[in-house]
């Protein structure tokens, strides 16, 4: 009887006018990087945002945090797998110490172009990439660009000679270790937020990155000089803490892979125009010098570097190295 009561009272409280049970608090999703908002990556964790909360209103709710404000590219991956952010999207570079295999992204002067670097990452040999460390915590949801990064430093760095002794910044990478080992520079690895004060106070000579790295987080401004070397690949994983994405309502969790397919067409899409328009204004600013590397002065950069691939080759596997350099073919 007691029990028949309560269900009465229930249903008069949902009938009577203005009276409605308690909405469900949306899923929160805290996507945290390490750029500025006006970067590729910066523009598509926005994109994601707005367009989940907007097509799972009431949810959803995504929130953003750029340039570092919670977590710095050094504790990102322990963050993550912790479950104390649920998105993030580090570069390739940052997965070394996960597994060997996307060190294949760190080969210098492995992708001619941005075009080819589509066609590897949207190949099935790509694609498997980005389930490799799921038993680790970490599942992949896609490849967003920013783009072939060139050096800076105080150097012109024609030939590669010019590095010996240079100290540069590197990512956590192995790989960007050895890439700078082999033309006698010194490399350092730091977090991306400690850059520019160590570029500006000269702890550090040099470093690599796209144009909308080098804009925006200034670097031009304490260089002076930038080569158009085109050398290597900046790229960003979006990666998910995979039990909190599996653990999503299944209809919410395929709105939201949807979602991020588009975000990321969107991004690859922009990448090269944002890189452009970054490029022309460090060139207006008139603080440094850009250079473009002659045919030959890029065969030299590229013949000093190449014993890298052979020094990597069999933790990444020849096979992974044969697929992407695959995709160079017209």
Known sequence: ?????????????????GVRPAAADPIVIKFSHVVADSTPKGQGALLFKKLAEERLAGRVEVQVYPNSQLFGDAKEMEALALGDVQIIAPSLAKFDRYTKKIQLFDLPFLFDDMTAVDRFQTSPAG????????????????YWHNGLKVLSANTSLRQ????????????????????????GAVPQKMAFAEVYQALQTGSVDGCENPWTNLYSQ??????????????GLLDYMVVANSDFWNGLPADIRTELEAIMAEVTAHVNKIADDLNARDRQRVIESGRTEVIQLTADERTAWRTAMQPVWKQFEE????????????????
């Not at 990439?129 to 970490?138: A, I, N, S, T, Y």
């Open 1 to 17: 009887m007691r029990v028949l009561f309560a269900a009465l009272a229930i249903a008069a409280l949902v009938a009577w006018p």
């Open 315 to 330: 933790a990444i596997g020849k096979e992974l190295i044969d697929a992407a350099m695959a995709s160079n073919q017209r």
């Open 127 to 142: 694609k498997k990439l980005l389930r490799v460390l799921e038993r680790k915590g970490f599942l992949g949801l896609g």
């Open 218 to 231: 200034k670097f031009f401004e304490v260089q002076k000089f930038v080569v158009e070397s085109n050398h």
């Open 160 to 183: 590669p000679e010019d590095a010996k002794g240079l100290k540069f910044r590197v990512q956590p990478s192995d790989v960007l270790v050895a890439q700078f080992q082999a033309v």
